[in-house]
């Protein structure tokens, strides 16, 4: 079989940043046609409700479901689904969320208040949002770690209901997933997928009640419509292909960086694995390990498609050129494979995730670390957040004047009204001075 090359880059080549941006420039735009079939059934679910979401189910996931209510899951069916897993598999599912959820709580926004000189009270308070829905992927896939990461920290967060939509293809659901909502405290999990359970969510029908914000991960028709029904409800973010970037001083086992470097390319042909060090031989070591631990992998075609296109091995001029470059990079998950990997991370300012230190690969961070793996993709890691509690929390501005105070605002604020003409504002204003 023919050996995995990925591409060779080099900081000092003339033509590095211009084959940088290329190999960036990856995140695939949502085409039109999508965008008019995602219109079209958003239409219609807000015009027929129920009626368009049975109709759709059945088409689309072909179900030959009556009535919205059959579409709805039971929390006993969610137990049962948990008490039939593996118990090796509980515990372990139990234990990731024992620690997400220990982490999640370090994350709760707090409310605050003080006085100022004049007397008047300002603070803020911080209420969680009533609804939230989650959108888990169905059929064949089985992430019961992205319902623990979406789920948990909404819980956290003291949310009212959260709702999770998952689909059924041919009426099949994964009992695994079932189990993390049951384990997760999900409150209801309705068996629809695509653009409609979006659009139900968004805006509701007579059976599924309108959430106030939707997160989890889907496919384009899933994130094209998460896009359309923003400002409706909020969402988390339109995700783009997994991506790790390591940075080696080449005193890591290189079969350990190969098997990391796998781990995100094995979720699509479109993620992006590069490995960034300043010792050549480290690269072809672990070049040589890649193709070594390669034939071990049960996605091998998925792998040679991510590494072959849109991996790389990129030599630095040293360390500072490598935090340079990882920052250029803004990845979603950063690993530091270094003997003092906190120095290095001060020179970091943009990543989703970093991981310090050889022993702290990017998996413990999907499954059990704690911190969520909804982190930013597509280099949004320079302006965006990990999915946390705080995304579910809102924060409410609070403002109480004293009589005397008030008198102090007065002015300033007339005279500031004044200036953009705004004659209301002003004499709002000075009606309290």
């Given at each position: 079989?023919?050996?995995?090359?990925?591409?060779?880059?080099?900081?000092?080549?003339?033509?590095?940043?211009?084959?940088?941006?290329?190999?960036?420039?990856?995140?695939?735009?949502?085409?039109?046609?999508?965008?008019?079939?995602?219109?079209?059934?958003?239409?219609?679910?807000?015009?027929?409700?129920?009626?368009?979401?049975?109709?759709?189910?059945?088409?689309?996931?072909?179900?030959?479901?009556?009535?919205?209510?059959?579409?709805?899951?039971?929390?006993?069916?969610?137990?049962?689904?948990?008490?039939?897993?593996?118990?090796?598999?509980?515990?372990?599912?139990?234990?990731?969320?024992a620690r997400i959820t220990a982490y999640a709580e370090h994350q709760k926004i707090a409310a605050f208040e003080f006085t100022d000189a004049h007397g008047n009270r300002l603070g803020q308070r911080v209420t969680p949002m009533d609804r939230v829905g989650l959108y888990v992927p169905g059929g064949k896939a089985a992430y019961p770690s992205s319902v623990l990461m979406n789920a948990l920290p909404a819980k956290v967060a003291g949310v009212g209901e959260v709702v999770m939509v998952v689909p059924a293809p041919g009426g099949d659901l994964n009992p695994v997933v079932l189990g993390a909502a049951h384990l997760a405290g999900i409150d209801r999990v309705i068996t629809i997928g695509g653009a409609q359970a979006v659009a139900a969510l968004a805006y509701g029908t007579q059976t599924i009640a309108a959430v106030d914000k939707i997160v989890g991960p889907g496919n384009a028709y899933v994130a094209a419509a998460k896009r359309r029904v923003f400002g409706r409800v909020g969402i988390d973010s339109i995700a783009g292909p997994s991506e790790i970037v390591i940075i080696s001083d080449g005193n890591t086992d290189p079969r350990w960086l190969a098997m990391d470097l796998f781990s995100q390319a094995e979720h699509d042909e479109l993620a992006q694995s590069i490995l960034i060090s300043p010792d050549a031989a480290c690269l072809d070591a672990v070049e040589a390990a890649m193709n070594t631990r390669l034939s071990a992998l049960g996605r091998q075609d998925i792998v040679r498609a991510s590494v072959g296109h849109r991996g790389a091995l990129i030599l630095a001029r040293d360390f500072d050129d490598a935090a340079a470059i990882s920052n250029r990079i803004a990845p979603e998950h950063l690993e530091l494979a270094v003997d003092d990997p906190r120095a290095l991370m001060e020179q970091i300012r943009h990543a989703?995730?970093?991981?310090?230190?050889?022993?702290?690969?990017?998996?413990?961070?999907?499954?059990?670390?704690?911190?969520?793996?909804?982190?930013?993709?597509?280099?949004?890691?320079?302006?965006?957040?990990?999915?946390?509690?705080?995304?579910?929390?809102k924060r409410t501005s609070l403002i109480e004047c004293t009589p005397e105070g008030a008198k102090v605002l007065a002015p300033i604020a007339a005279r500031i009204a004044d200036a953009e003409g705004l004659a209301a504002h002003a004499a709002s204003a000075r009606d309290r001075s």
């Amino acid at each position: 079989m023919t050996a995995l090359k990925p591409q060779r880059l080099d900081s000092r080549d003339a033509a590095f940043t211009l084959q940088l941006d290329a190999l960036l420039d990856r995140a695939p735009e949502i085409s039109a046609d999508i965008t008019q079939v995602v219109d079209d059934l958003i239409a219609q679910v807000r015009a027929d409700g129920d009626a368009a979401v049975v109709a759709l189910t059945n088409r689309f996931d072909r179900r030959s479901v009556q009535q919205a209510s059959e579409l709805v899951l039971e929390a006993a069916a969610l137990e049962t689904a948990w008490k039939g897993l593996p118990a090796d598999l509980r515990d372990a599912l139990s234990a990731a969320a024992a620690r997400i959820t220990a982490y999640a709580e370090h994350q709760k926004i707090a409310a605050f208040e003080f006085t100022d000189a004049h007397g008047n009270r300002l603070g803020q308070r911080v209420t969680p949002m009533d609804r939230v829905g989650l959108y888990v992927p169905g059929g064949k896939a089985a992430y019961p770690s992205s319902v623990l990461m979406n789920a948990l920290p909404a819980k956290v967060a003291g949310v009212g209901e959260v709702v999770m939509v998952v689909p059924a293809p041919g009426g099949d659901l994964n009992p695994v997933v079932l189990g993390a909502a049951h384990l997760a405290g999900i409150d209801r999990v309705i068996t629809i997928g695509g653009a409609q359970a979006v659009a139900a969510l968004a805006y509701g029908t007579q059976t599924i009640a309108a959430v106030d914000k939707i997160v989890g991960p889907g496919n384009a028709y899933v994130a094209a419509a998460k896009r359309r029904v923003f400002g409706r409800v909020g969402i988390d973010s339109i995700a783009g292909p997994s991506e790790i970037v390591i940075i080696s001083d080449g005193n890591t086992d290189p079969r350990w960086l190969a098997m990391d470097l796998f781990s995100q390319a094995e979720h699509d042909e479109l993620a992006q694995s590069i490995l960034i060090s300043p010792d050549a031989a480290c690269l072809d070591a672990v070049e040589a390990a890649m193709n070594t631990r390669l034939s071990a992998l049960g996605r091998q075609d998925i792998v040679r498609a991510s590494v072959g296109h849109r991996g790389a091995l990129i030599l630095a001029r040293d360390f500072d050129d490598a935090a340079a470059i990882s920052n250029r990079i803004a990845p979603e998950h950063l690993e530091l494979a270094v003997d003092d990997p906190r120095a290095l991370m001060e020179q970091i300012r943009h990543a989703g995730a970093i991981f310090l230190g050889r022993h702290t690969p990017e998996a413990f961070g999907d499954y059990c670390a704690g911190p969520n793996h909804v982190l930013p993709t597509s280099r949004a890691a320079r302006f965006s957040n990990p999915l946390g509690v705080y995304e579910f929390q809102k924060r409410t501005s609070l403002i109480e004047c004293t009589p005397e105070g008030a008198k102090v605002l007065a002015p300033i604020a007339a005279r500031i009204a004044d200036a953009e003409g705004l004659a209301a504002h002003a004499a709002s204003a000075r009606d309290r001075s």
